[in-house]
């Protein structure tokens, strides 16, 4: 595809002050960590929150069937 319309007129860019660059703020040869590297949970932490979803769901239900029938 070109960049010449029907006319033979070069289709200008939309900001002409704007051009493609690499950024050379940001140090690119050094990675960071691993997400799963920075957060601070421990193994086998949390382990009980399903069970007492599970519980909070049946109250739930429980109190709908109730007040619905």
Avoid: H
Avoid at 15 to 43: C, F, H, R, W
């Amino acid at each position: 595809m070109t960049d010449q319309s029907k006319d033979g007129r070069r289709d200008a860019p939309l900001n002409p002050a704007l051009k493609s660059g690499t950024e050379t703020v940001y140090p690119t040869k050094e990675s960071s960590p691993a997400p799963i590297d920075t957060t601070s949970a421990k193994e086998r932490e949390g382990e009980g929150w399903p069970i007492i979803w599970l519980v909070v769901t049946v109250v739930c239900v429980a109190l709908a069937v109730y007040f619905l029938v």
